[in-house]
């Protein structure tokens, strides 16, 4: 079974600076996907961005950027010039490339809070 | 309407109460998922529905029961609830291959938070 471990429960960042949250997972399998959501205090999950394993390149989506590390079994998230806007939990999840039953989970680690400070 | 609606968006309900909660998606994907979101606990994947056919049903208890009557719409029915069930229930849809590899992505409503008294 893959799990997905977010050691960070709680990061604060200063508005505009840069931070880094952080992700580590556990597949047996070659071809995955990678997601970060956010979720804002409105609670709506929002597609952050998403990483496909068998890519080497990272992805990136504006000012959110992906560390991925794929022998180390690490996703970490880089949000640049952060805004008030980002203050919200953050969740890292996995799911399999395959069709099928078990396939469809989205296997989510616990998140991390991000405060941003004014 | 765009994206991944739900309602209603709270709900109080007593343990002896049936409630139903629902869920459109306006994406024309062609499955539908029920999470739970408790305080402190990863998402947890409930129920999926693939083509309007249950294909997962994560272990839950039988007081929770779903209904898919097309690809656009999911319902929730419940009945004798327990306090501990008390959460956010997010419903998400992505639009799966038939066979072979998926398209991945899931989009999620905004939620329904439930308290069970």
């Known amino acids: 079974a893959q799990t997905v471990t977010q050691s960070q429960p709680e990061m604060s960042v200063q508005e505009a600076e840069t931070v880094t949250l952080s992700c580590t997972y556990d597949t047996s399998e070659s071809d995955y996907y990678l997601f970060w959501y956010k979720q804002p205090p409105s609670r709506q999950m929002i597609l952050v961005i998403r990483?496909?394993?068998?890519?080497?390149q990272n992805a990136t989506e504006n000012r959110f950027s992906v560390n991925f590390q794929k022998a180390a079994k690490s996703f970490s998230l880089k949000i640049s010039d952060s805004q008030l806007g980002d203050a919200a939990m953050y969740f890292c999840?996995?799911?399999?490339?395959?069709?099928?039953?078990?396939?469809?989970?989205?296997?989510f680690g616990k998140g991390t809070k991000l405060s941003v400070i004014p | 309407e765009t994206g991944v609606t739900q309602t209603p968006r709270h709900l109080v309900m007593g343990m002896t109460n049936k409630k139903s909660l629902k869920c459109e998606q306006h994406l024309g994907h062609n499955a539908m998922y029920w999470y739970k979101q408790s305080a402190k606990k990863p998402l947890e994947l409930m129920f999926v529905?693939?083509?309007?056919?249950?294909?997962e049903n994560n272990s839950v208890p039988s007081r929770f029961s779903p209904e898919c009557p097309n690809s656009s719409h999911l319902f929730l029915h419940l009945h004798t609830l327990q306090p501990e069930d008390s959460a956010l229930y997010l419903c998400a849809s992505s639009q799966e291959q038939t066979s072979g590899y998926s398209t991945d992505t899931q989009y999620f409503g905004p939620g329904t938070r439930l308290t069970v008294l």
């Open positions: 990483q496909e394993a068998y890519k080497q």
């Open positions: 529905y693939n083509f309007k056919e249950q294909t």
């Open positions: 999840a996995y799911r399999s490339s395959y069709s099928g039953a078990g396939s469809y989970q989205l296997t």
